[in-house]
């Protein structure tokens, strides 16, 4: 009812700048601390450790594979393809929605919708929008090849072994 | 609003210091009787029996579609046989179609921009009127700029769900 | 205006009748208008909605029935979901397993799932079509905009609730449409590939993406949604019931002091049905 009536009853609101400086830092430190509990569990949902087939993993040694083979490991989509002393991993997840594609003569096609790309992973028509990445594959001291998915190498990037 | 906000005190003085509280209901026939309650209906029962009528249709016709047809349920998931095409559920093939000519855009810039626009719309259509009639002749610009919306991703949904068979192309359905 | 029965009122009355008004505080059939808005406006259920409706708003044209049917479709998809999850395990060893002993081993199984996978398409569809009828009659205007955007939100919560449902039978149509789906996702710039790592738990659909899936569809979306739900019904009443014409509105002032107790504090006493 009449707000004009009861408001005299409290104390003026304005230039009670001590109250409003008070209550400025409270609302401060609620809507700080409120954030990092939203950041903390955002960091939750991001697990690290996965179950699923590890992102780095080693294929064996250099001698196991013949020069100009392409050997599909379809757990972790890639292709491992060695001409002459040259190594290189290329991703077989298509870039278009993420299809596992199969190599042909003359590059790669996606079984799902027709995407299809040429021996360097670039790609050449359907709907893929990019090339197919290339991954870094390294030496480890025990002689055995090391793919590591997390790291992207530039297409046409190869390791040297010394036979 | 008007006659609460500035109270007739002459005839009935409002003291401050005092609250106030319904202290009885005079029973009658309707509970108020000015002229704006005259289309009121009570909800009980009048709208109550038709939302119980509506519920059973509804389940009826739910539960018909549940006996003739069955879910479809397919061979265990094999993560190395990829279906050819493969398929998002039917309500994301419109976007599939989309990022079939442009990957992001169709996936997500033209998605985000929608959803937006559909947020912003009653802030941008600020002009009162046509409000609770179908096809308003003051609102058909809006009208058919969201029929237009709506209707091209009906048509990108149904080109998806019917007409995309193998390698994404265009196939007939029959 | 409540309503609580005088201890005078009871004393001598039948045991039955003395628990009936200990819950309900109004008649089994009420008769008269004031112990029939009671009825509405004393229910936990039902007090979201107003005790009285504009008789337009009940016209089947007005709304088609389309939000109602698409709040039953949910309701049904609670109930049998709930049952489903009784004989459902969220692992790729276990589920699409569970999927053929729910047709073989469980009684009404398959009319279970065939009710939930149906009415979930049926809730996406339903939903689609009440947007169109709202933004069609012009409901969404003022003073009804935040219910309109209440409404956006739990068109996409319904989208998600039927995608995280869409894996979890486990068979091949689910597992590359979830593929497919959160590759689309990955299209987003910057954000994306991290936004899909964090919604499958790896990187490919896998056990994490089953167990993830699966806790979003069963409890964080229903919550979400049932509150949201909630609060996009009470809007309806405290927007002053479904929008209709002006020429409905603008009648003659109200006399002071003649407001409905159940009116809204800023609408005219009228409302609803969505």
New interface residues.
Partial sequence: MSDTKLSKDRPPKEGNSRRRVLGMIATGALALSGSALGLLTAVFFKPRVTYGPPQKFRVGKPATFTSGSEIAYQKQAVLVRREGNQFAVISTKCTHLGCTVNATDIGFECPCHGSTYDRRGSNVSGPAPSPLAWFLISLAPNGDLVVDKDKKVPAGTYLEIKA | MSQIEAPDYERLPVKPDKTYGLMCVVPTRSEAVNVQTEKQVLAWPDGLIRYVLLFLVLFMVLAVISLLFNAPLEEPANALHPPNPAKAPWYFLGLQEMVSYSAFWGGVGIPTMLVLLAIAAPYLESKPGGEGVWFHSSRSAANWIFLGIMGTLGLLTLIGTLFRGRNWDFVLPW | ?Q?VPHADETRGKSILHRIWYSIFRSPPL?V???D??Q??ANNFF?HI????????A?RF??TL?LG??TF??FI?LVVTGILLMFYYVPT?EKA?DR??DL?SAVFFG??L???????A??M?LLALLHM?RV????????P??FN??LG?FLL?LT?FM??TG?LL?????????I???????????VV?D?VR??LL????????ALLRFYVLHVAVLPTVLTLLIGWHFWRIRKDGG?????E?LA??P?????????APE?A??????R
Wanted: charged share 20%; proline share 7%; glycine share 8%.
């Fill in positions: 205006m309503s009420p008269s208008e004031l029939r808005a009825s509405v039902l909605h107003s005790a009285k409706v504009h008789e337009r009940l044209k007005t029935g109602l049917m039953f479709t049904i790729p699409y999927m053929l047709r398959t009319f799932r065939n009710m939930h996978r149906w009415s398409h049926a996406v169109m933004f069609l009659t012009g409901s969404h205007k003022s009804r905009e309109w955007v956006v996409l989208l039927s995608f869409y039978p486990w068979d091949q149509l689910a597992y590359w449409a593929v497919v789906g959160t590759a689309i996702a990955g299209y987003a710039p994306g991290q790592f964090i738990g790896d990187s490919q659909v896998g056990s994490e479904l929008a209709r014409p002006r409905d009648l003659a109200a006399p002071a002091g003649t407001g409905s107790d159940n800023d005219p006493p009228e409302k609803e049905e």
